[in-house]
């Protein structure tokens, strides 16, 4: 900790005290300030340290207790959380540089009375780098519509000051003076989220406290099953959309007056900084919903009109599937089962982004013996976690890639490994060489096709001589919308029908046996209770099997037309015919064809 060494090379502390100290602290539920004084670091210390470190100015006005309207502006639980409390106002003048503040409604959860914005309200903070309190105090106070000033207070000065939240003529003592006790878990601390009222409508959302509609909007999300939250400043008003089955649908329009605290409140929760707004900035955060929880992934990104924010829905209480229950074919289970018997050699599924790769991979992973076996994953992000399995973050930024992980993941004895993506030729080649030498691989990679990621892999790099050995199987999966029960409906056109035959005519009878050709496709028809007729998605697949016809194919460099034609002698089928079947058994629209 900076605030530590400074204090080491004051000679107020030694390292053996300073090392001890930190130590505590991170199994502590106390602030530092309370330890340093436990080991007789004097307060005016502490300020003087942090003073020097954050440039912040030591409180030295009024010692009387604040009024008590100015306590209404930060409430008591924020106060106790951050260590921040109001001290005073003073009236600013016009020569006085004073904030900017955008005028726009308050949150009545907190705040409960706005001061004069011709005053400024001094804030005294104990701790710069606790918990995020600079973003909170911006962000709870211009939302307020207040102009203020941040001070440097001892944490003494906080706790008779937090004496102005008392009650009824009871003290108000902060609850983190007390000691965690040894074994006992810090309290959980994401917001819950269960109890919002998602129904509210529309029109209300205008007068609405920013943190209640954020979380209205959040909720909405969960239990319409979207995948994506986009925060879109239109200009003349704010677009809030949800992709649900791959669809993006407009859920509120709320006035571009409340698009800055909009994004300012998802820029708390995902812990990214309030004025970077010239660059686009990543973060998480996660609430509890129905008694588990849900991870969000959040994105912005400058436009014209203001930030747009994408907030990606990790819920592993629904993302993790059997892999029986993903809507695969038997005969494609039947192959996926029978690479995951395999002791090496590499998997490599293929498709776009949201075209449920990683879904599909964590299902296989599911079905590995985790007990038995190592199993290591590199991720960009960890989207799921599967209980037995270790999964490793990468962070590029710091030089932790897919390529360096993979390295290092070759020397914690390894069974399994799981490599997110296949971005460039050095994972590449690392991947294979994994494969080679007896480990069980899988990835994702981008191409169009199944047999398109034998090309790809030689665009990167890799020789024929080391493909054809190694890789298993290759997979290509687009995600098509299913017809909703009972709104399916058959369609018996000659031209449909002309569509499938022209489709299956070069696949062998012995393997049309068992695709239902004399039924007709089905497409949805909208209800009452669904407008559309379609609800959730289902992926259509292509598998090539690499047999010992297919690897002297790559070895010989043929080309994709020679891989599909000796493919197809054995049953084959392509993502489009598979959709075709799927149609054809109930499960999906016909229109969806068109569509790969």
């Not at 211009?142 to 203020?148: C, D, E, F, K, Q």
């Not at 046996?513 to 209770?529: F, G």
Request: proline share 5%.
């Amino acid at each position: 900790m900076i605030l530590l060494n400074l204090l080491v090379s004051q000679n107020i502390l030694s390292s053996l005290e300073s090392k001890a100290i930190e130590e505590e602290a991170k199994t502590s539920a106390v602030p530092i300030d309370e330890i340093l004084s436990e080991h007789d670091v004097p307060e005016v210390a502490i300020l003087t340290a942090r003073n020097a470190i954050y440039g912040i100015p030591v409180f030295n006005g009024d010692r009387d207790l604040a009024d008590n309207g100015l306590y209404n502006l930060i409430d008591k639980d924020k106060s106790e959380r951050y260590l921040a409390v109001p001290l005073s106002s003073r009236s600013l003048s016009e020569e006085k540089d004073k904030k900017t503040i955008s005028s726009v409604e308050s949150d009545k959860n907190d705040f409960i009375k706005n001061k004069d914005i011709s005053d400024e309200v001094l804030i005294g903070i104990v701790d710069p780098e606790r918990k995020n309190v600079l973003d909170a105090i911006q962000f709870v106070l211009t939302s307020a519509g207040v102009s203020y000033k941040i001070y440097l207070i001892s944490l003494g000065e906080f706790k008779r000051r937090f004496e102005g939240y008392s009650v009824n003529g009871e003290s108000a003592i902060p609850q983190y003076t007390h000691k965690r006790a040894e074994g006992e878990e810090i309290k959980d601390e994401l917001q819950d989220i269960t109890d919002e009222d998602e129904s509210i409508p529309e029109a209300l959302m205008d007068s609405m406290p920013m943190t209640k509609m954020v979380n209205i909007a959040i909720k909405s999300a969960i239990v319409n099953l979207a995948s994506d939250i986009h925060v879109e400043n239109m200009g003349d008003h704010v677009r809030i959309r949800y992709r649900i089955d791959g669809i993006l649908i407009t859920q509120f329009n709320i006035p571009n007056s409340r698009a800055p605290a909009v994004v300012a409140r998802i820029k708390i929760l995902s812990g990214m900084k309030l004025d970077e707004k010239r660059k686009p900035q990543d973060g998480r955060f996660s609430v509890r919903y129905q008694g588990h929880k849900i991870d969000f992934r959040v994105s912005t990104f400058p436009t014209y009109y203001g930030e747009k924010v994408v907030i990606r829905i990790l819920d592993s209480y629904r993302g993790v599937k059997k892999l029986e229950d993903i809507g695969m074919s038997k005969v494609h289970l039947a192959q996926i089962k029978m690479a995951l018997e395999k002791p090496y050699g590499i998997v490599l599924i293929s498709g776009p982004t949201g075209s449920g790769k990683t879904t599909t991979l964590y299902s296989m992973l599911n079905e590995v013996d985790r007990e038995k076996k190592n199993v290591v994953s590199l991720e960009d992000p960890v989207e799921y976690n599967i209980p037995s399995m270790n999964q490793s973050q990468i962070f590029p930024e710091i030089g932790y890639t897919f390529a360096t992980g993979l390295r290092s993941i070759l020397r914690q004895d390894p069974d399994v490994i799981m490599v997110g993506e296949i971005r460039d030729a050095e994972t590449a080649q690392l991947a294979i060489q994994a494969a080679l030498t007896g480990h069980l691989v899988f990835s994702t990679i981008h191409t169009n096709n199944s047999i398109g990621v034998i090309t790809r892999l030689l665009d990167m790099g890799v020789d024929p001589f080391l493909i054809a050995p190694t890789l298993i199987l290759a997979m290509a999966q687009r995600l098509v919308r299913k017809i909703d029960i009972n709104c399916g409906h058959e369609i018996d056109e000659p031209g449909v029908r002309a569509i499938i035959n022209e489709s299956f005519k070069t696949l062998d009878d012995k393997y049309k046996k068992d695709i239902p050709l004399d039924k007709n496709p089905s497409n949805a028809v909208p209800t009452s209770s669904n407008p559309s007729g379609l609800k959730g998605r289902i992926p259509v697949v292509e598998i090539l099997e690499i047999d010992q016809e297919i690897q002297n194919l790559i070895l010989a460099k043929k080309p994709e037309d020679d891989i599909w034609q000796a493919a197809r002698k054995k049953g084959m089928i392509s993502m489009r015919e598979d959709a075709i079947i799927k149609s054809l058994k109930g499960i999906v629209p016909f229109t969806e064809v068109d569509s790969l």
